[in-house]
């Protein structure tokens, strides 16, 4: 398929413009809008889009304020056929197909359109049409070339045809796929088998450890039913052993009691015997107590007497003491005022003197306060620092630079005056013999006087540069407006303002720190209005420093004096504080003389009257013979009692109670058993029951049967699996190999045309679908992904213009890129213009740019201009 031209009407930016194409290459060049693109998508649109199509891609090439129909029209051969196609939409729509070879044929409308497909289905491969046209913005796409009918044929006749053993591999892969999944897992009946066997073990292995379970059951039941036997045999001779023990613990009962009635007679005659002792000791106590008391109220009498004259010298020492007490303070009141009155005169003086010393100190103080807080005025109201200059400076060199930019990327004029005759540019004029220069960055007005006045307007700056600057003149507007300014200058005046009010607020700042050193600011002024009230209103201007001194000589002597009479009065308090205590302590003994000697007599008295009492009762013999006949019957009684121990314990009682308690928890042990016994025995009686009831052993004997038939199934369907996995596995790595060989003339094309680009150390991995997925580089290998956008631009067009040069050129189709290789350096281009020569000595290529000094160097080029 070749295009001889397209026409485009109306079509988006473009009013009228007819390009005309080589056989080779063609370079259709133009600035930015121009209408390029469009004729890219004019030549889609025209085979896709009936003319009654209202999509919005087809509206949207309609110019803009233009009630018109966007119209194409395209001249081309394409296999023995040679025809025109127009086609015009939205306004008055029309389909017209004129075939001008191999017969004459005029058609319109929608039958035009079907019968373009047709011829186009006949004579090219659509999916060859589409892999070649790289839109703009798709270069770095790879093409889909696995579906493209034109390169199998190209790459057949250089390998073995695939598609010969499509039939066989499909069988194969049928069989296979009844044995394993796409991803090689086991699937289907032998899927089934595999999942069942280990369930069937299983339940093979639980039912025989169920049977031997059973015969664990008969054994234990016939244990138990020993142990029960002897359990009941050894219960008798328990019981027997009970009733023996029990005759015998009932004959020594009448011993026991014998015993216990003699110990019970003993007992009473021990405590009357107490009691009698007891009786005689009370009563001699009494006459011990009866005779002590009578000797302490004599002992009492005697004290009293001494206490009593004590007291009364005490008495009379403590009035003496008093009165010296009083006397020393009044010495010390006395020497208390004149030290006060010393130490006021003396305060007087100290506070005139602070006085002076602070009233100078806040005078310096407030200066400096008063220089630091104009300062704080001066820059609160200053806010541009020397921060913010630099920042500002910074902004208009950014500007400038960016000016400067635009300015060195746009149009120059260069004029040189030859005549006499005037000439002016932009109101500047140009001298004789001299050559001016103008950057077109607005319109430019040259005139030459009397014959021509021109308007030079500058063509589109590039976007980035205009996007600089306008960035760069906003940054700087918005920092001025921030600081409040119209010019550097002025921020920089301002800031030295600012810099000169700030030094004054840190000298100030540091004088203020020395002056108030470590004290409070507010507590200054206070100390100056409590030494104003101390000095008083009518300060003594006689007073000197010396006069201080003199008066602090008064304070110290009159303290002395004060401390004198202090010490002496202390003397006297503490000799009074001493008589005093010595006074009370002889009232104290004095009062408890006097309650000793009360409660002695009284203690007498009861003791006597008690005594006289107590012998009237009972006299002091009669006490001592009611003793000894109480010791006597307890004497007997207890030799009755040990008479009765030593019978009751040759009868061995302890080992009898032994005996009975071993017999009676020993039949209670042996009926225990037999219960515990018994209840094991019918337990496993009753599984033994549910066990033969459950058929184990013929359920047993079934599920052996299975496991053996699925053993069996499942290794035969595994032979059956795994004859047709090797044979599958022949036959795809049968097929790798033809693959390899089919792709070959493939990889060969494109590392033909790399090589120009990337060296002789170029190789490229081609997939089955004819995707470049690797590239290696002098033995360095980099996934297609993985490479840069430039690596992977150059290699996607490589692959398409290979396409080119594979396919028959009465089968191929024109390859057509739109603003490609935008990722390509200098050195990349000029090996990419020679790919695109020698590509277009056998195919039609198209190129689309805004930038044809790109493709300057393409051998055999044609170039068309759009304007």
Known sequence: MRLHSIRLINYRAISDATVDFSSGVTIVEGPNEVGKSSIHQAITQLREDKDSSRKAGVKDTQPVGSDVGPQVSLHLSTGDFEVRYSKRWIKQPFTELSILKPVPEQLSGNE????????????????????????????????????????????????????????????????????????????????????????????????????????????????????????????????TEREDAEKAVQAVSGLKTALDRALERAGAAQRERQRAEETRDRRRALITETTTAEKAVKAADEALEKVTAAQQEKDSSLDEAQKGLEARQAELVSAQEEAKATSADLARARARKEVDAL????????????????????????????????????????????????????????????????????????????AEEFAVTTDLQIHIDSVVDITVRPGQSPAELD??????????????????????????????????????????????????????????????????????DAADSSKSAASIDELEARVESTTAAVDDASAKVETARTTLERIRADRDEARVAAVRAQSTREQAATTLQNLSTRLSTDREANSDESLDETLTAAAATLTQLEDEAAAARSEYDAADPETLEMRLQNALQLVESKQKQQEKDRQEVDQLSALIDDRAAEGIYDKLKAAEQNLESIRSKLARMQRQANAIKLLRDTVLTHKEEAQRRYVAPFKEAIEKLGRVIFGQGLSVEISENLEIVSRTLNGRTVAFDALSGGTKEQ?????????????????????????????????????????????????????????????SSIGGAETVSLS
């Open 112 to 239: 035009a359109h079907e019968r373009f497909l047709a011829i186009l289905d006949e004579t090219v491969d659509v999916d060859l049409l589409d892999a070649l046209d790289v839109a703009q913005g798709r270069s770095l796409d790879q093409a889909s070339l696995a579906e493209i009918k034109a390169l199998h044929g190209a790459l057949g006749d250089a390998g073995e045809d695939l598609a010969d053993h499509d039939a066989f591999l499909d069988r194969v892969e049928s069989e296979y796929l009844r044995f394993f999944t796409a991803k090689g897992k086991e699937t289907g009946e032998l899927r089934r088998l595999t999942e069942e066997l280990p369930a069937a073990d299983e339940q093979y292995r639980e039912l025989k450890a169920r049977s031997a379970d059973m015969d664990a059951l008969v054994d234990r039941h016939a244990r138990a039913m020993d142990r029960l036997k002897n359990v009941r045999t050894q219960l008798e001779s328990a019981a």
């Open 359 to 434: 009233r100078k100190r806040l005078v310096d103080i407030r200066e400096q306060e008063r220089r630091a807080a104009e300062a704080k005025a001066t820059i609160g109201s200053i806010s541009v620092t020397a921060k913010d200059v630099d920042k500002l400076g910074g902004l208009f060199t950014e500007l400038r630079i960016a000016q400067n930019a635009k300015t060195a990327a746009a149009a120059q004029i260069i004029a040189r005056r030859l005549g006499d005759t005037a000439v002016s540019i932009d109101g500047v004029d140009v001298p004789k013999d001299s």
């Open 467 to 536: 996007r600089e600057l306008e960035s760069a003149q906003t940054r700087l507007d918005a920092e001025l407006d921030r600081l409040d300014v119209t010019t550097l200058e002025q921020a920089r005046e301002r800031s030295e303002v600012r810099t000169d009010a700030e030094a004054v607020l840190a000298e100030a700042t540091s004088t203020l720190r020395v002056l108030i050193g470590d004290d409070d600011r507010d507590g200054l002024d206070a100390a100056l209005t409590r030494a104003e009230h101390v000095a008083g």
């Open 795 to 855: 290699l996607a067009l490589i692959g398409r213009l290979a396409v080119a040069t594979l396919v028959d050129a009465d089968a191929g189709a024109p390859v057509i890129l739109d603003d490609a290789f935008g990722f390509s350096d200098e050195q990349r281009l000029a090996a990419l213009n020679v790919i695109l020569g020698n590509v277009g000595r056998k195919a039609q290529v198209i190129l689309l740019t805004c930038q044809p000094d790109r493709f």
